[in-house]
């Protein structure tokens, strides 16, 4: 019987709010002086993860789909347990605004979260005088978190980590001087950028930013861009399906953000983006991919692997599609995600007749024809949605377990592909 072939993908979409943004607005909207509006958050269970926490914490949040409404309350020491779900961003970041506050907190997560590493963000702020203790010394949650008055530190990590990063200025905000801290590569800005539209004492000089506290936000309103990394599947679907071109509009285009969309053009797609506007510092605009013939490409440097880690899963799914190998490099942190993403990537390429190796900080991809098969996203949000990407030329080719996992971060994903399959 013949395969029915999945149509082109056309037209123009939005897809949700930044998931990266979103956590920081609205931990900024807790800490603010004055009440706080925001427009596409994130629907996923990461974000209400961030919202949860903050409302233990005393925050007033009414949501109505993406619409928030936030008003800040004074912070108390908590009487319940801050549940982080799955969401190691709400994790690290809470720590750092935590470990300004006077008496205890606790955070825990699920089965997956406790087994992410957290001494990178615990040590510095231990050093900024937070008392923290936990599993293995405070390496695996639950964490206790005592805090305090705050002393600033001026912080060099061995690793670019948007994360870490962001929980030391957000503590940085509470303590009275200048906070730094620099990175050997660049990593996520949307902190920095935030806050200094909000009015922070920001200071950035190459890979370091300082800030000086302390420092509240006022109130704001502001429409959370595009997530990218939300809009990379909807994009590399449209590359590999003959026939397509499909734009998607008001998505955030923050340089350290769109590393992916750079590896897929030097792939050879016919991938194009442009600036719009601008939004609390973030630029947003409107990104266009055409079907196109990809090529492997050698993948990695600092300058360039952590402004795309999170998009490695889908570039793993283009690199199937591509003729000649791809191989990524230094991607090690990909082993400390919700799952072994690179043992979970090459398993799953394989299952579909791809191949693929990964080693501790590499992983290769050899481009071929997908085969039917069944794949494990090991609860991984990333995995199930490019293994989804993978199976959509054709029904039935690709079976994902664990597909709830999507909820984490982009539960519109299948309503959004039928609505570009329909040229909506």
């Known amino acids: 019987m013949r395969r029915k072939v999945r149509r082109a993908l056309t037209g123009v979409l939005r897809v949700p709010g930044d998931k990266s943004i979103s956590h920081r607005a609205l931990l900024l909207a807790a800490l603010a002086s004055s009440p706080s509006r925001i427009e596409n958050l994130n629907t996923g269970a ?88 936990g599993r293995r010394f405070g390496e695996l949650a639950p964490l206790a978190i005592r805090g305090g008055e705050l002393t600033p530190v001026s912080k060099e990590l061995p690793v670019a980590s948007a994360q870490v990063k962001s929980a030391l200025l957000l503590a940085g905000m509470h303590a009275r001087g200048t906070t730094s801290v620099s990175e050997p590569g660049p990593s996520r800005d949307h902190t920095e950028r935030m806050t200094a539209a909000l009015g922070a004492s920001i200071r950035t000089s190459g890979l370091e930013v300082a800030i000086h506290g302390p420092w509240q936000p006022e109130g704001f309103e502001m429409e959370v861009p595009g997530d990218p990394s939300s809009a990379a599947y909807l994009l590399v679907a449209a590359l590999i399906t003959p ?103 090459a398993a799953g390429l394989r299952c579909v007749g ?52 999507v909820e984490t971060s982009f539960p519109e994903f299948t309503a959004l592909l039928d609505q570009a399959r329909a040229g909506r």
């Open 354 to 405: 791809i191949g693929a190796h990964a080693s501790d900080e590499t992983l290769t991809v050899v481009g071929g024809s997908i085969t039917p098969g069944e794949v494990d996203s090991l609860g991984d949000h990333r995995i199930a949605l490019a293994f989804a990407v993978a199976g959509s030329l054709a029904p039935d080719r690709v079976r994902i377990q664990r597909w709830s996992a």
């Open 243 to 345: 026939g397509s071109e499909l734009s998607i509009e008001g998505l955030g285009l923050n340089p350290t953000r769109i590393g992916a969309f750079e590896v897929l053009v030097s792939m050879g797609a016919q991938l194009h983006w442009e600036q719009t506007a601008t939004v609390l510092g973030e630029p947003v605009g409107v990104v266009t991919a055409s079907h196109s013939d990809l090529v492997g490409v050698e993948v990695g440097g600092v300058d360039l692997i952590p402004r795309l880690i999170d998009e490695i899963p889908i570039l793993a799914i283009a690199a199937a599609f591509a003729r000649g190998t791809t191989t990524f490099t230094g991607v090690g942190e990909l082993k400390v995600k919700e799952s072994d993403r690179l043992e979970a990537l």
């Open 46 to 133: 990461d974000v209400a993860s961030t919202a949860s926490c903050l409302r233990t914490l005393g925050t007033q949040i009414e949501r109505s789909g993406a619409s928030a409404s936030v008003t800040p309350r004074p912070w108390g020491e908590p009487s319940e347990i801050l549940d982080c779900g799955n969401s190691g961003t709400t994790m690290r970041l809470l720590m750092g605004p935590l470990a300004g506050l006077q008496g205890l907190s606790i955070l825990t997560g699920d089965e997956t979260l406790k087994r992410r590493p957290m001494l990178r963000v615990v040590a510095p702020l231990r050093e900024m005088g937070a008392v923290i203790d």
